[in-house]
């Protein structure tokens, strides 16, 4: 930073006439500065004649060209520390001005171990700052921006409420730097939000089985029937199938979910119970008792046979003649002789019961029961897993919002922005924007669907953020100077970090001018032009306006 200083010089007819010895009316001051910056020292003095002027490192004459000002460039640390101190001298004597400590150190950073932290809903989580500091430090943490109070002592600190935190760290000279930000997000538990069902299946069937579940992905679905662990599934396989169904499938199924930071939760849902009935009988059912064929001894008559059983462990006895046909027609089936005949006849002295079985009229439809996925499977409505949220993004980045829902049969995503539909109705459940503008900014949300019904997301803020550098002050628009005076054009700019600095004159390049602070030591008439400064890092670049200097050859101060 440098201050606007007037010069008062006495009128040219008498600096001829007087033998005036040099007097300086401003003393270099103290710097400290970090490796690698540009170092000024400055000088103004008055007296006869040209002024000559002397650099002094720790007492010991510095070579070059010397003027007021003393421009140290990619100052080191141990190399450019020292006492400074110039002489200023003309033909009626000379004089020495104060000294001026120049101290260089490396730069100070001050950096959080962890940028992201996750923790289950109850637990906590540690902070700890990394310093170069040399001096005894204060440490001094914020949370979502505000001072935390009570305020934590120490360099490390736990933390138990999600949010974003940083620490700025000083010491007694007055330094400070603030570190990077820390963000902790508790994790929600995940929860099963299916009821319970009770199920009746048919032997030979294929079912699937399913669980709607809210929590933060990744999650694990691991399945249990009757308390007997039975399959792991990985994320997003919240279904379980089962057949072809047998009696053993019977039983009382559970789910138990798991996410990324260990936390669970288990819940019961389904009770199967299996039957012997054939899932493509319409009308009244006919149960086919499960007997063997060499323990039946039959008679028929029109519609009804008589048989004698005797109970073993064995699969049922289809109908041979008449196997379920698929077709587009129905027709009516009976057992035939060739049927009973088959099964055989005798005697057993280990005859538990006679059965009696009437066999009424059905029908074999070709025709699916009508399900939305077919004949062995269940639907599910559309459920929202993790809800959206707020998402911040650089201009020219890309712009990802992901929405994860399960449900069958297929669902469908179509996403909203400001409550208007900007994406066609789609399987993908990802909006991709490549570019961000700042157009883009505003309120987002998802519809999911399927054959079953709909739901929609709550909305979220998505906000584009544009992170070129700019300038918080810039020189005046127009200066007028004498030949031989210094100018200096002094910049302000904020923004990420590298940002890189070119001046121009008259819209060309300016020679080696990487500097925010633009320095002329002795100006020539050749000077006049307009200046502006030109700004730039990974996200854009940025001009100023002009500064437009005006050299005059016969003007005074």
Partial sequence: HYAEVKVLSLPKYAQEEAEIPPVIIQQPGNVIA???QTICLQVVAQGSESLKYEWFKDAKLMEGNMTGTLIVRDAKRGESNGMYTC????????VISEFASVTVSVPLRVTLRSEYQEVAVGKEARLTVRHNFTQRCTFEWFFNGQAMSPQPSGSEIVIRNAGKYYCVV??????????????????DPPQITTPSLSRTVQLGEVITIGVDAAGADPMYYQWFKDGQPVARTPDSHCLYHLGPISLDNAGRYECEISDRVGQRTRAEVAQ???TAEGPFLVGTPCVFPMYSADSLSSSSTDNSVTTTLQQKESHPVP??????????????????????????SGDDSSVLSSVSIDYPQMSVSSQEPKDCLGPYQSCFDPVIVDKLEDQEVVVGNELILSCRAQGTPTLYYQWLFNGEPCSDKTSNNTLKIAQA??????????????????????????????????????PKPEIETPIGQLLVLPCDIVGEQPINIQWKKNGEVISGSSELCFTILELQESD???YTCVISNRHGTVESRSTHVQVNSGMTL
């Fill in 34 to 36: 970090e490796s690698g």
């Fill in 87 to 94: 002489r200023v001298s003309n033909s009626y004597g000379n």
């Fill in 528 to 530: 006049t032009g307009d």
């Fill in 170 to 187: 000083s010491d007694k000279s007055g330094r400070c730097v603030q570190s990077n930000t820390s963000c902790l997000k508790i994790i």
């Fill in 437 to 474: 503008t700042i157009q883009h900014c505003g309120r987002y949300s998802c519809k999911v669907e399927n054959s079953k019904g709909q739901v929609s997301t709550a909305d979220i803020a998505v906000t584009v953020k544009d992170l070129k550098p700019r300038f918080t002050h810039l």
């Fill in 272 to 274: 199967i119970v299996v």
């Fill in 319 to 344: 109908f041979k003649n008449h196997p379920p046909q698929q077709e587009d027609t129905t027709e009516e089936v009976r057992p035939t002789d060739a049927d009973i005949s088959e099964l055989g």
